[in-house]
């Protein structure tokens, strides 16, 4: 009997190995004839990339979700130069990335189920909030625009790893960001700024001024082109590099990758990633009982910015920054308080799309809050902001309270993030937001597990066959 099973599954391996030979000979063929007619490849390109992907999707959604998360930091020059390069309706697909990771969450979801928690919660209100604000004022696009760090986050609540995966997970994203640091370094020092300005002039929405890149890639008494390696700006760059290191600081004790990533954050010239980055840390060490693992990197780490400050130029930079007269601060600090003055007058909302930034790609004049949380407010009203800091607070509250790796990854994030939000509105940037919401919600994940089991009931799950 055993020897007519191992018949018959060779018989099945030989015949799936055929069939797949079978149709790669069929798809170089048919891409050979494409050619010598003279027909665009892109549209099949595109086919076979929608196919592989629902396959992966269903077939294999762990591994198409890693997948997705190892591209996901260089989609956004990826997307760029293919609008560049290929043909106009290319643009029309500008958001594809959130349905695919959309895809894979819903088919994760229905496999694994999810208990919700009182972050879970929190953050369903506010989206209830948000969503009723919008009946009365407001894009739908804003809206989709703010809220889509939820499917990243929704993502992590339902992927389940053991721990060899998650050993893997964070080694591999770890070395990505380390060598994107190192590529963008490439950028800085010898091609420089023209092949991204002229991209951003030809495809982007956004990111120059004139004929040149925009103040968001320079700063006051600053010459150099501030690094942004494979994200649309620094600004983007710098929070991906602050989420990388909070990953290596749990998982890795290899000072190479942690240096190549800090490097790519001081290349950033950010302070808000600086200051988030050191939130995160200094709270890491507390967590984890580390303090002499802090003061011996944090000794390196100011070695590090001794030695760039002269090789980036960075002298004239940091002595404004000293003396308060950074036109960036006090346009900072105007913005801080004229969204104040915008919330207090506005308690309720003015509708998404109508603050920040989609407003004024939209109305030069439209108000800009340099302020996730004073954003947030200003197109919502205070209830909602109650609510999603709420979500930031129980969610850190519940991770410090449940010691592990992934709890650790979350609690660095959610205080570096938190501390990067009061400078800057990026909540909205996709790409970064897979990055940080989704740890937040693995670990969240591993937390509700552990409490609940495995095979308990959840409160919210798709009907299941038996």
């Given at each position: 009997m055993s020897v007519a099973i191992q018949s018959a599954t060779q018989n099945i391996n030989t015949s799936s190995r055929a069939f797949l030979v079978g149709v790669a000979l069929s798809t170089l063929a048919l891409v050979g004839l494409l050619g010598a007619l003279g027909i665009s490849l892109i549209p099949f390109a595109l086919v076979c990339a929608a196919a592989l992907t629902f396959w992966?999707?269903?077939?294999?959604?762990?591994?198409?979700?890693?997948?997705?998360?190892?591209?996901?930091?260089?989609?956004?020059?990826?997307?760029?130069?293919?609008?560049?390069?290929?043909?106009?309706?290319?643009?029309?697909?500008?958001?594809?990335?959130?349905?695919?990771?959309?895809?894979?969450?819903?088919?994760?979801?229905?496999?694994?189920?999810?208990?919700?928690?009182?972050?879970?919660?929190?953050?369903?209100?506010?989206?209830?909030?948000?969503?009723?604000?919008?009946?009365?004022?407001?894009?739908?696009?804003?809206?989709l625009t703010d809220f889509n760090f939820l499917i990243a986050y929704a993502a992590g609540r339902v992927t389940v790893l053991n721990s060899e995966r998650e050993q893997v997970w964070a080694k591999r994203a770890v070395w990505i960001i380390a060598v994107i640091s190192v590529l963008g370094m490439i950028e800085v020092f010898y091609i420089g700024e023209a092949p991204r300005t002229v991209l951003y002039l030809a495809v982007a929405n956004g990111g120059t001024s004139g004929q040149t890149l925009d103040a968001a890639f320079h700063a006051n008494e600053y010459s150099g082109l501030r690094e942004s390696a494979t994200m649309f700006g620094p600004l983007q760059f710098a929070p991906l590099c602050m989420a990388a290191l909070v990953i290596w600081w749990v998982y890795s004790r290899k000072p190479l990758p942690g240096m190549m990533i800090a490097a790519g954050l001081v290349c950033s010239v950010t302070r808000s990633a600086w200051l988030g980055t050191a939130v995160a840390v200094v709270v890491l060490a507390i967590a984890m009982n580390q303090?002499?693992?802090?003061?011996?990197?944090?000794?390196?780490?100011?070695?590090?910015?001794?030695?760039?400050?002269?090789?980036?130029?960075?002298?004239?930079?940091?002595?404004?920054?000293?003396?308060?007269?950074?036109?960036?601060?006090?346009?900072?600090?105007?913005?801080?308080?004229?969204?104040?003055?915008?919330?207090?007058?506005?308690?309720?909302?003015?509708?998404?799309?109508?603050?920040?930034?989609?407003?004024?790609?939209?109305?030069?004049?439209?108000?800009?809050?340099?302020?996730?949380?004073?954003?947030?407010?200003?197109?919502?009203?205070?209830?909602?902001?109650?609510?999603?800091?709420?979500?930031?607070?129980?969610?850190?509250?519940?991770?410090?309270?449940?010691?592990?790796?992934?709890?650790?990854?979350?609690?660095?994030?959610l205080a570096g993030f938190s501390t990067v939000m009061m400078f800057a509105a990026l909540h909205d940037v996709f790409p970064l937001a897979c990055w940080l919401w989704f740890p937040v919600g693995l670990g969240i994940r591993s937390i509700s597990e552990a409490q609940n089991g495995n095979n308990s009931t959840p409160i919210f799950s798709p009907a299941r066959n038996t």
């Amino acid at each position: 009997m055993s020897v007519a099973i191992q018949s018959a599954t060779q018989n099945i391996n030989t015949s799936s190995r055929a069939f797949l030979v079978g149709v790669a000979l069929s798809t170089l063929a048919l891409v050979g004839l494409l050619g010598a007619l003279g027909i665009s490849l892109i549209p099949f390109a595109l086919v076979c990339a929608a196919a592989l992907t629902f396959w992966l999707a269903f077939r294999y959604p762990m591994s198409g979700l890693g997948g997705f998360l190892a591209f996901i930091p260089v989609y956004t020059l990826a997307f760029l130069v293919a609008k560049f390069f290929g043909p106009r309706y290319l643009g029309s697909l500008e958001g594809i990335d959130r349905v695919v990771l959309l895809l894979f969450t819903c088919i994760l979801w229905y496999r694994n189920r999810v208990r919700l928690t009182l972050p879970d919660k929190f953050l369903l209100v506010c989206f209830g909030l948000a969503l009723l604000r919008l009946a009365f004022s407001g894009t739908v696009l804003g809206f989709l625009t703010d809220f889509n760090f939820l499917i990243a986050y929704a993502a992590g609540r339902v992927t389940v790893l053991n721990s060899e995966r998650e050993q893997v997970w964070a080694k591999r994203a770890v070395w990505i960001i380390a060598v994107i640091s190192v590529l963008g370094m490439i950028e800085v020092f010898y091609i420089g700024e023209a092949p991204r300005t002229v991209l951003y002039l030809a495809v982007a929405n956004g990111g120059t001024s004139g004929q040149t890149l925009d103040a968001a890639f320079h700063a006051n008494e600053y010459s150099g082109l501030r690094e942004s390696a494979t994200m649309f700006g620094p600004l983007q760059f710098a929070p991906l590099c602050m989420a990388a290191l909070v990953i290596w600081w749990v998982y890795s004790r290899k000072p190479l990758p942690g240096m190549m990533i800090a490097a790519g954050l001081v290349c950033s010239v950010t302070r808000s990633a600086w200051l988030g980055t050191a939130v995160a840390v200094v709270v890491l060490a507390i967590a984890m009982n580390q303090t002499k693992r802090l003061i011996k990197y944090g000794a390196i780490a100011l070695v590090m910015i001794i030695i760039a400050i002269p090789l980036l130029g960075l002298t004239d930079y940091l002595l404004s920054t000293k003396a308060g007269e950074d036109p960036s601060s006090q346009s900072h600090q105007e913005s801080l308080l004229g969204g104040m003055k915008y919330v207090v007058t506005h308690p309720l909302g003015t509708g998404p799309g109508s603050v920040g930034k989609f407003a004024v790609k939209q109305d030069e004049n439209a108000a800009g809050i340099e302020d996730t949380y004073l954003t947030l407010a200003a197109q919502y009203g205070l209830l909602s902001l109650f609510c999603f800091v709420g979500f930031l607070a129980s969610a850190a509250l519940l991770l410090w309270r449940a010691p592990s790796q992934r709890s650790y990854v979350g609690v660095g994030i959610l205080a570096g993030f938190s501390t990067v939000m009061m400078f800057a509105a990026l909540h909205d940037v996709f790409p970064l937001a897979c990055w940080l919401w989704f740890p937040v919600g693995l670990g969240i994940r591993s937390i509700s597990e552990a409490q609940n089991g495995n095979n308990s009931t959840p409160i919210f799950s798709p009907a299941r066959n038996t």
